[in-house]
């Protein structure tokens, strides 16, 4: 029975790691820069490298490690080829080269999703079977946990919640080459969007106006302190997500909705008003569902790479 | 091992009823009404009749007979205590009265979840492990298969894909007591209210303000012969059906959509026109799957209630 396993959270800018008991306990975490270079080709070597030298610091069998799960922010397709526009990777084969590099078994999958089934582990959702987690960072993400089970989907795009068409009326073009999805609106950006679209069709007065560059921290601070425009804005971007979070719960049924990423460090006051505007969406049997701000933080992807060698 | 089973979908008129083998051959169908006097408390006692009558008919050993999967036109809960307005059940013991009735196992789901459950085990998703199935009839309903399993849900309301809201601006209620709901404009009754929406809107001459009493069947025969505002009343109702689906496949990300129930009698038009709504909002990964008509028209419930009983 093996008693660790590595958690290896991939980034644009840094690699977080993390050496967990299979119990769950996060026994040491430590980062290293993403090297991007030369179509990210490093990445891997790095992290290997990275992975073998924490291995002999604790003198650790090999028999002893499950392996290492590795969260990128890419769809994983079937086969394990990995496109990660961010790390520079096309149908890169990281997942046996990783293996080669270290001897361990490795498992990879969306970040995204791996901090679902991280909060379900050992977070906000434990205990619990049935979760879908939204990510608000500067994007928007998600994962689904149904029956404990992480759901990746038949072509590894499942809990892609940033890509849901909330408004069919939107004219403008999201990254993803539709219109309305919820990512446009309920992103960090989109938040910042929001802003300038409220701006633009109000003349009232807002100590926003003389802010150069709107974040969605500072609109939150704002709509909290009671600024009439940054509560409109408020409004609208809850709006949104409660809008995709009924959707999703209408159809999928699940037991708890998880918030989390950059955006959820607000806490209540986005939880309680996403919650208003779900309530209202939300069909019967869903209606009342918990809705909860994610615990883990940053460190959700790494429990949830550990979780994922579990269940395998 | 069993060799037979029985799967019984209990509407507000009729109760079908088929024999089958585990192998999934339908041997032999029959229906009896539906009896919803008294809240409905002869229904039960009349399919155990049915059925034990016809265990006799072929003296059928009940070691040979896996159960009975029964369909109910509503959300069976933890427990088994099983609501359904239309056939007058409020927090019905339907399962216990059965298995004390006939003596055999016997599961119970929703309709629409069986439905689907059938269609991918004998019908148009064989052979497939990711469907989603929506049904059109009086409301729209829905079922979804993942990984080989039907997905009830956390409160048995997974699938209920007639109340996804795909228009956050109606003012007008659904039945459920929320707005925009996707039933309240793509069910049979929906394209008659859609219908009589563009009808207000517009001068222009159709043999549609000569007919009295509208119904799914009159609309789509002559969106198909070409009168214009038909053709409009058609685009707006599969404009909300693409739409809908695209939010599922988003979410759970499926291999196939099959579309069933009696408005998909009308076939290719009306699946070819979904199609190209779909494919304008489905996010990139799942914008080119599979969307076909389901195949075994109103038996696809019995089959799923044989499987439901096989996946135990």
Redesign the interface.
Known sequence: MAKYGYGVDIGGTMVKMGLFTTEGELLEKWSIPTNIEDEGVNVIPDIAASINANIEKHTLDKKDIIGIGMGVPG?VEKGGFITCVNLGWKDHPAITRMRERTGLNVRCENDANLAALGEVWQGAGKGK??VVMITLGTGVGGG?V?DGKL???????????G???VN?RETRLCN???RGCLEFYASANGNVRLAKDVLNETDMDTPLRSIEHLDSKILWDLAIEGDPVAVDISEKFC?YLG?GL???A??????MILIGGGVSRTGEPLRAKIEKYYR???????KH?DIAIATLGNDAGIYGCVKYLLDE
């Open positions: 769809i079977k049935d689904i149904l759901r990746s989907g038949f072509h590894g795009s499942a809990g892609e919640l890509h849901i068409p069919p993803c080459g539709n709006n809008l009924a959707m999703i209408n159809i999928i049924d699940p037991e209202g969406y939300a069909f019967k049997p869903v569902i």
